[in-house]
């Protein structure tokens, strides 16, 4: 599977991200850039989506947010492209409304006519593909994370998500059971520049408004009319202030779309209405809202909270209504009011005034609980994306898992092991030992480590494993080096490790390293004597002495010491010792240590190609 970013590398919002398999091609999201975008919106130039030929691709969609869903109808209009149901409604809700002031809305209303829907947690199939949508909480109602699979490996696409809203709670549960583990992790990084921020749940945020709303008659709030929780929250928050709450026809038509209808969570108190409560719709005349004496007597008894918007329209309704004491809050993003921001929107700014609270939560995942998530997925490697800065994210993530940096377009390739032949590309650390290991021995007090090895995946080629091992950011201040290792039918063939600035170390060639063979006993970077570093069992590096090379002696020893008496066994053993066996040298341990798997003995052999110089390594 070849996974390319075409855009969201290094910037929030328009991100497209494409997964090809033997020439099937499945495209995540294609919308709107945001404000501040590091480049044009122009239309992106991709074979299998913009141009070229279509009959083998798909485009999935997360959500209805305008980055991520704005910019389809420029598409080719037999492009098949799939989005949950009820964020097809919302979407066409919101094209409909916007589509007499704007020629895109209208063409948006009519794309989304002809787009596919698909089922939570039901799998289905696009050519090699088979695609479980995630049902994953976010600002935008019925957003989903994506399970991609194709010819045995796995990835799942984070899309956007956050752990601190009402519909989070089961997320856990639902990748244990429908996604297990992943190979892969794409994920947005939306807060990264934000890493200690503990993020308010929304029934906390619902808490504070139902408090506001108690304490304070006459309540406005500007909000966004597709973030649907935050719209129940408020109207649950106000019938629980026992105050009336007053939504334009367009805002509740939205709501109704979700109101006991959702087979998700239509059977939550959250989105169903209360008997005899329902949301008041203002009237509207024309261009304006309708303010009668009867009105503005029954909310000068009752108060009221008001969802607003941008505008004259809700502005002129405001200066009809009784406003002692009135209090404004901003829920949503503090940076649309923010001069210095590009994203900055001063119709807004000038309807929501000086003097307002600030009562908003991100529609985006904490760096805690995302650091929880992937590790629920366990995966090789992460690959970021919907953030403007990812290397912040790889210095937050990088000593736990492998991070994969890529540039917008560039694209990582990898595969499922097919055991016969193979290029896989590792990385090398190590770690603290285990606190179950037993030191039996340590006369100089030296210190021995755990091995940290981290594999990013098989290639189809070596050039593939070389480019994954350049872009990837793993433990830098514990790192050893990187190897690229190929099999051919399932023993070692080609073996490079290389140091941490990628100059090659040493190599192992398969071929002539058995006894009469031209390079057998081949020459290592160490004479008898030196102290060392060596690779013991891929589970320890142990400071050891060098010995020398092996030799047929020194195997037939060993089997002797592992109880073997009987010669024949013991001449066939050595006989059916491979080529890889035989490219060994001895080291005699410096620290003598149990493991949950080993003990190390007094002589022991360890590959050539993982000997390292001695140096204090550092934690």
Same mark, same amino acid.
């Given at each position: 599977?070849?996974?390319?970013?075409?855009?969201?590398?290094?910037?929030?919002?328009?991100?497209?991200?494409?997964?090809?398999?033997?020439?099937?091609?499945?495209?995540?999201?294609?919308?709107?850039?945001?404000?501040?975008? @590091?480049?044009?919106?122009?239309?992106?130039?991709?074979?299998?989506?913009?141009?070229?030929?279509?009959?083998?691709?798909?485009?999935?969609?997360?959500?209805?947010?305008?980055?991520?869903?704005?910019?389809? $109808?420029?598409?080719?209009?037999?492009?098949?492209?799939?989005?949950?149901?009820?964020?097809?409604?919302?979407?066409?809700?919101?094209?409909?409304?916007?589509?007499?002031?704007?020629?895109?809305?209208?063409?948006?209303?009519?794309?989304?006519?002809?787009?596919?829907?698909? $089922?939570?947690?039901?799998?289905?199939?696009?050519?090699?593909?088979?695609?479980?949508?995630?049902?994953?909480?976010?600002?935008?109602?019925?957003?989903?994370?994506?399970?991609?699979?194709?010819?045995?490996?796995?990835?799942?696409?984070?899309?956007?998500?956050?752990?601190?809203?009402?519909?989070?709670?089961?997320?856990?549960?639902?990748?244990?059971?429908?996604?297990?583990?992943?190979?892969?992790?794409?994920?947005?990084?939306?807060?990264?520049?934000?890493?200690?921020?503990?993020?308010?749940?929304?029934?906390?945020?619902?808490?504070?408004?139902?408090?506001?709303?108690?304490?304070?008659?006459?309540?406005?709030?500007?909000?966004?009319?597709?973030?649907?929780?935050?719209?129940?929250?408020?109207?649950?928050?106000?019938?629980?202030?026992?105050?009336?709450?007053?939504?334009?026809?367009?805002?509740?038509?939205?709501?109704?779309?979700?109101?006991?209808?959702?087979?998700?969570?239509?059977?939550?108190?959250?989105?169903?209405?209360?008997?005899?409560?329902?949301?008041?719709?203002?009237?509207?005349?024309?261009?304006?809202?309708?303010?009668?004496?009867?009105?503005?007597?029954?909310?000068?008894?009752?108060?009221?909270?008001?969802?607003?918007?941008?505008?004259?329209?809700?502005?002129?309704?405001?200066?009809?209504?009784?406003? /002692?004491?009135?209090?404004?809050?901003?829920?949503?993003?503090?940076?649309?009011?923010?001069?210095?921001?590009?994203?900055?929107?001063?119709?807004?700014?000038?309807?929501?005034?000086?003097?307002?609270?600030?009562?908003?939560?991100?529609?985006?995942?904490?760096?805690?609980?995302?650091?929880?998530?992937?590790?629920?997925?366990?995966?090789?490697?992460?690959? @970021?994306?919907?953030?403007?800065?990812?290397?912040?994210?790889?210095?937050?993530?990088?000593?736990?898992?492998?991070?994969?940096?890529?540039?917008?377009?560039?694209?990582?390739?990898?595969?499922?092991?097919?055991?016969?032949?193979?290029?896989?590309?590792?990385?090398?650390?190590?770690?603290?030992?285990?606190?179950?290991?037993?030191?039996?021995?340590?006369?100089?007090?030296?210190?021995?480590?755990?091995?940290?090895?981290?594999?990013?995946?098989?290639?189809?080629?070596?050039?593939?494993?070389?480019?994954?091992?350049?872009?990837?950011?793993?433990?830098?201040?514990?790192?050893?080096?990187?190897?690229?290792?190929?099999?051919?039918?399932?023993?070692?063939?080609?073996?490079?490790?290389?140091?941490?600035?990628?100059?090659?170390?040493?190599?192992?060639?398969?071929?002539?390293?058995? @006894?009469?063979?031209?390079?057998?006993?081949?020459?290592?970077?160490?004479?008898?004597?030196?102290?060392?570093?060596?690779?013991? /069992?891929?589970?320890?590096?142990?400071?050891? $002495?060098?010995?020398?090379?092996?030799?047929?002696?020194?195997?037939?020893?060993?089997?002797?010491?592992?109880?073997?008496?009987?010669?024949?066994?013991?001449?066939?053993?050595?006989?059916?010792?491979?080529?890889?066996?035989?490219?060994?040298?001895?080291?005699?341990?410096?620290?003598?240590?149990?493991?949950?798997?080993?003990?190390?003995?007094?002589?022991? $052999?360890?590959?050539?190609?993982?000997?390292?110089?001695?140096? /204090?390594?550092?934690?």
């Amino acid at each position: 599977m070849r996974i390319t970013v075409h855009r969201g590398s290094y910037q929030i919002g328009g991100c497209v991200t494409e997964y090809e398999s033997n020439g099937w091609k499945l495209f995540v999201d294609y919308g709107e850039q945001l404000p501040g975008a @590091p480049v044009s919106d122009n239309k992106l130039e991709i074979d299998g989506l913009t141009c070229g030929d279509i009959r083998k691709s798909a485009l999935l969609i997360t959500h209805y947010h305008g980055d991520h869903i704005g910019k389809i $109808t420029e598409l080719p209009p037999e492009l098949p492209i799939y989005i949950g149901n009820m964020a097809r409604e919302i979407a066409s809700v919101l094209a409909d409304h916007l589509s007499g002031v704007s020629e895109e809305r209208r063409k948006m209303s009519e794309r989304l006519n002809r787009v596919n829907t698909f $089922t939570p947690i039901t799998s289905f199939t696009f050519g090699e593909f088979e695609i479980t949508p995630i049902v994953v909480d976010h600002s935008a109602f019925d957003a989903y994370a994506f399970c991609i699979e194709a010819k045995g490996l796995k990835v799942f696409h984070s899309g956007d998500f956050r752990q601190h809203g009402f519909r989070s709670g089961k997320l856990g549960k639902v990748i244990e059971r429908y996604v297990e583990r992943a190979d892969y992790v794409v994920c947005e990084a939306t807060n990264v520049n934000r890493p200690e921020a503990t993020l308010i749940p929304e029934h906390e945020l619902q808490k504070e408004f139902e408090k506001a709303f108690t304490e304070n008659k006459y309540n406005v709030v500007y909000v966004s009319s597709t973030n649907i929780d935050r719209l129940f929250s408020l109207y649950h928050a106000a019938i629980r202030a026992h105050r009336p709450f007053y939504v334009d026809a367009y805002q509740k038509r939205i709501m109704d779309i979700v109101a006991g209808r959702d087979a998700v969570w239509g059977k939550s108190f959250l989105y169903n209405y209360i008997a005899g409560h329902k949301p008041q719709i203002l009237i509207q005349r024309g261009t304006e809202f309708v303010a009668n004496n009867k009105f503005i007597d029954f909310v000068t008894n009752h108060g009221y909270v008001l969802v607003a918007r941008q505008g004259e329209r809700f502005d002129n309704l405001l200066n009809k209504l009784p406003d /002692e004491g009135r209090v404004k809050y901003l829920s949503m993003w503090d940076g649309y009011l923010d001069e210095s921001k590009a994203a900055y929107n001063p119709a807004l700014a000038k309807s929501v005034g000086n003097e307002y609270r600030y009562k908003h939560t991100s529609g985006h995942c904490d760096m805690k609980s995302l650091g929880e998530l992937i590790s629920e997925l366990d995966p090789k490697a992460i690959i @970021p994306i919907h953030t403007d800065n990812p290397r912040a994210f790889a210095d937050l993530f990088c000593d736990k898992w492998p991070v994969i940096l890529l540039n917008d377009g560039e694209s990582f390739s990898a595969i499922r092991d097919s055991w016969l032949d193979t290029t896989e590309a590792i990385i090398y650390a190590y770690k603290k030992p285990e606190e179950s290991d037993t030191v039996i021995d340590n006369p100089e007090g030296l210190r021995y480590w755990a091995l940290d090895e981290r594999s990013l995946g098989e290639f189809q080629c070596w050039k593939d494993a070389d480019f994954a091992l350049h872009h990837v950011v793993y433990a830098p201040k514990r790192l050893l080096g990187y190897a690229i290792e190929s099999d051919e039918d399932m023993a070692p063939f080609l073996y490079v490790v290389y140091n941490p600035d990628f100059s090659e170390y040493s190599e192992y060639s398969e071929g002539e390293h058995a @006894p009469d063979g031209n390079s057998y006993q081949e020459k290592c970077a160490f004479s008898p004597g030196d102290k060392v570093l060596a690779i013991i /069992e891929n589970e320890v590096l142990m400071p050891c $002495t060098f010995v020398g090379p092996v030799s047929e002696e020194f195997f037939k020893e060993c089997h002797r010491k592992n109880g073997v008496v009987d010669e024949k066994k013991i001449n066939k053993f050595v006989s059916d010792l491979c080529d890889w066996d035989w490219d060994s040298v001895i080291v005699r341990p410096l620290v003598k240590v149990k493991t949950g798997f080993i003990e190390t003995s007094s002589d022991t $052999t360890a590959q050539r190609i993982y000997i390292f110089p001695y140096r /204090e390594l550092k934690f």
